[in-house]
């Protein structure tokens, strides 16, 4: 009798690690382990997976490569937004989980899977986006999720694997590490409580550069596609290029604390040198190339874009209308920004572009005008202020 095939998201880590055993072992599955690719491997990392896989006793191992849909699909609005929720984490994990679901799902059409599984605990936000892209994607399909149907902790999966005879590292496993192109998400016991804040150790970039580095970034319409002089065929490499020369300055280090889908507080350590200094330089290059209703604008739908796609709502029509609009604002965000990179942070130096609207040919801020006279901005004043003179005459308010 043939066994059912169930498709397993497969990073490697310890829950997956345990889902691959258990589903093999105490479920009699044939067991295909995919790793979807968002930024986060070399091919030696892949390699490694892919034999610890074979190992473990999966049927098959899939590494797919899905870095250019995420950039293109995604990150790019996440940029042009300048997303940051809560004003601290750049949706490092949150906003890689649906091309990971989408990937998985596609997959798991391709080979006639009868179930997919995921290594989610039920306690977290990403239960929720898996098994909502798989309900909407494949909804034939069965989600199995062991850890969370049954309640394990770490220690216990710990326990279980080594119980089963398999060896990895269970003392760098007491972190769960989430790595792709945006970030890289920790979690560990220090993020289960409030007070603590994780060790120096537990972040996967450490300190080794203490000189300051200046650099400058080049923009075409909103998206990264030069570093220094060095110009690249695609933004996502430009920013890999990028993390990959501010990460020795330990920077974009954080800890998040928002509101969960499922209506808890959560906590989560976070690495993002490049989305970070991306975000900060595009937001700076708009604030002298934008009008300030187009930034406006802009916030208020950022803010509401990033919500709800941190919550596993990509696939909802809305985000493709937020999209257009976003991606409209940019035809001017061109230009390059200056960045100085520094142990543990950086600054934004300032921009040079043909579209700043701080234009010295129209006057400068403070000292003087090309374009009006006093007596303008006389009448000006009293028109614009006309209103508030009218509302506190009619009603007898007196200020002072």
């Given at each position: 009798?043939?066994?059912?095939?169930?498709?397993?998201?497969?990073?490697?880590?310890?829950?997956?690690?345990?889902?691959?055993?258990?589903?093999?072992?105490?479920?009699?599955?044939?067991?295909?382990?995919?790793?979807?690719?968002?930024?986060?491997?070399?091919?030696?990392?892949?390699?490694?997976?892919?034999?610890?896989?074979?190992?473990?006793?999966?049927?098959?191992?899939?590494?797919?490569?899905?870095?250019?849909?995420?950039?293109?699909?995604?990150?790019?609005?996440?940029?042009?937004?300048?997303?940051?929720?809560?004003?601290?984490?750049?949706?490092?994990?949150?906003?890689?989980?649906?091309?990971?679901?989408?990937?998985?799902?596609?997959?798991?059409?391709?080979?006639?899977?009868?179930?997919?599984?995921?290594?989610?605990?039920?306690?977290?936000?990403?239960?929720?986006?898996?098994?909502?892209?798989?309900?909407?994607?494949?909804?034939?399909?069965?989600?199995?999720?062991?850890?969370?149907?049954?309640?394990?902790?770490?220690?216990?999966?710990?326990?279980?694997?080594?119980?089963?005879?398999?060896?990895?590292?269970?003392?760098?496993?007491?972190?769960?590490?989430?790595?792709?192109?945006?970030?890289?998400?920790v979690g560990g016991k220090e993020?289960?409580?409030?007070?603590?804040?994780?060790?120096?150790?537990?972040?996967?970039?450490?300190?080794?550069?203490?000189?300051?580095?200046?650099?400058?970034?080049?923009?075409?319409?909103?998206?990264?596609?030069?570093?220094n002089e060095e110009r690249f065929?695609?933004?996502?490499?430009?920013?890999?290029?990028?993390?990959?020369?501010?990460?020795?300055?330990?920077?974009?280090?954080?800890?998040?604390?928002?509101?969960?889908?499922?209506?808890i507080k959560g906590r989560v350590?976070?690495?993002?040198?490049?989305?970070?200094?991306?975000?900060?330089?595009?937001?700076?290059?708009?604030?002298?190339?934008?009008?300030?209703?187009?930034?406006?604008?802009?916030?208020?739908?950022?803010?509401?874009?990033?919500?709800?796609?941190?919550?596993?709502?990509?696939?909802?029509?809305?985000?493709?209308?937020?999209?257009?609009?976003?991606?409209?604002?940019?035809?001017?965000?061109?230009?390059?920004?200056?960045?100085?990179?520094?142990?543990?942070?950086?600054?934004?130096?300032?921009?040079?572009?043909?579209?700043?609207?701080?234009?010295?040919?129209?006057?400068?801020?403070?000292?003087?005008?090309?374009?009006?006279?006093?007596?303008?901005?006389?009448?000006?004043?009293?028109?614009?202020?006309?209103?508030?003179?009218?509302?506190?005459?009619?009603?007898?308010?007196?200020?002072?």
């Amino acid at each position: 009798m043939n066994k059912k095939k169930v498709v397993l998201a497969y990073s490697g880590g310890l829950d997956t690690t345990f889902c691959a055993v258990y589903l093999s072992k105490e479920k009699n599955l044939e067991v295909h382990a995919v790793t979807v690719d968002t930024g986060g491997f070399t091919k030696a990392e892949i390699a490694a997976i892919e034999k610890r896989a074979l190992a473990l006793g999966c049927a098959s191992y899939t590494c797919i490569n899905a870095i250019d849909d995420f950039y293109n699909q995604c990150i790019k609005y996440l940029i042009f937004g300048n997303v940051l929720k809560n004003n601290t984490y750049p949706l490092s994990v949150s906003a890689e989980r649906i091309f990971q679901a989408l990937a998985i799902a596609k997959y798991a059409q391709k080979i006639k899977a009868d179930a997919v599984a995921h290594g989610s605990t039920g306690a977290g936000n990403d239960q929720v986006r898996f098994d909502m892209a798989f309900t909407i994607l494949i909804p034939k399909a069965e989600i199995i999720t062991p850890i969370r149907e049954l309640k394990l902790s770490r220690q216990d999966e710990i326990e279980y694997l080594k119980k089963n005879g398999v060896e990895m590292n269970f003392e760098k496993a007491a972190y769960s590490i989430n790595k792709g192109i945006w970030g890289t998400s920790v979690g560990g016991k220090e993020t289960l409580t409030s007070d603590t804040y994780l060790p120096e150790q537990a972040f996967p970039s450490q300190l080794k550069k203490n000189d300051p580095e200046n650099i400058s970034l080049t923009f075409e319409k909103g998206q990264l596609f030069g570093i220094n002089e060095e110009r690249f065929n695609s933004p996502a490499k430009a920013i890999a290029k990028l993390n990959e020369l501010a990460s020795p300055f330990a920077i974009g280090r954080d800890i998040h604390v928002g509101d969960t889908i499922i209506g808890i507080k959560g906590r989560v350590g976070f690495e993002a040198a490049a989305p970070l200094i991306v975000i900060k330089a595009h937001h700076t290059l708009e604030k002298h190339t934008l009008t300030k209703w187009q930034l406006y604008w802009k916030d208020q739908l950022s803010v509401w874009y990033g919500n709800w796609l941190h919550e596993g709502q990509f696939l909802d029509p809305v985000m493709r209308n937020i999209e257009k609009f976003l991606e409209d604002t940019q035809q001017f965000v061109s230009g390059k920004v200056f960045v100085t990179l520094v142990p543990y942070g950086f600054k934004i130096n300032g921009i040079d572009s043909p579209h700043d609207l701080m234009s010295a040919k129209f006057g400068s801020y403070g000292e003087m005008n090309n374009s009006w006279t006093g007596d303008d901005v006389k009448g000006f004043a009293k028109i614009f202020g006309n209103q508030v003179a009218i509302y506190n005459a009619v009603n007898g308010i007196e200020h002072g």
